[in-house]
């Protein structure tokens, strides 16, 4: 079910991406977010081992497709953003902590460099996605009781579906 739900996914981005330089980043995205959302939804984590191949292969992507089109200061801003998500979310982390775990954090840090890539604007819509989805899910769990008010919500599938979204939009 996975492959194909992956599969799916990536007919549907290439289709929005056709032709966009973009296209093999987004791919990308997705399929790495496909594997931290499983993990997250089973066990709870964000192996920082995907994340970081998440946000490395989206450097070499983007990186390409900037010298490719002559766009660095897209480049530059997608960095930028991911790196101030980042610092955002550990301080959000240690402030708020154990709420946010250390896996949320470097996957925000993650997306946003796809996002950032596009524009502040998209950033900004991407996590207002995963907060709305994030507290959507929230509150349909506690209310047919799959999970308690203390316990820990799997924030992946939220924040990469909030980033998807964001970015599939025209």
Known sequence: MTTSVLCALLV???????????????CWL???????VL???TCRRLPHVI????????????GHAALRIGETGALLRAVTVS??????????????A??????????VGAVGLYLGWV????????????LVLAGVTATVLLAVRRIGSGERLAMGPAIVGGALMALSLP
């Open 12 to 26: 549907l981005l290439t289709y929005r991406f056709e032709g966009s330089p973009l296209l093999p980043a987004v």
């Open 30 to 36: 997705a399929i790495t977010g496909t594997q931290l």
């Open 39 to 41: 993990i997250d939804l």
């Open 51 to 62: 994340t970081g191949a998440m946000l490395l292969g989206g450097l070499v992507l983007l």
């Open 83 to 96: 790196g101030v998500l980042f610092v955002a979310m550990l301080v959000a982390a240690v402030l708020v």
């Open 98 to 107: 154990p709420r946010i775990g250390g896996g949320d954090v470097a996957l």
């Open 119 to 130: 524009n502040w604007p998209r950033v900004v819509l991407g996590l207002l996605v995963a």
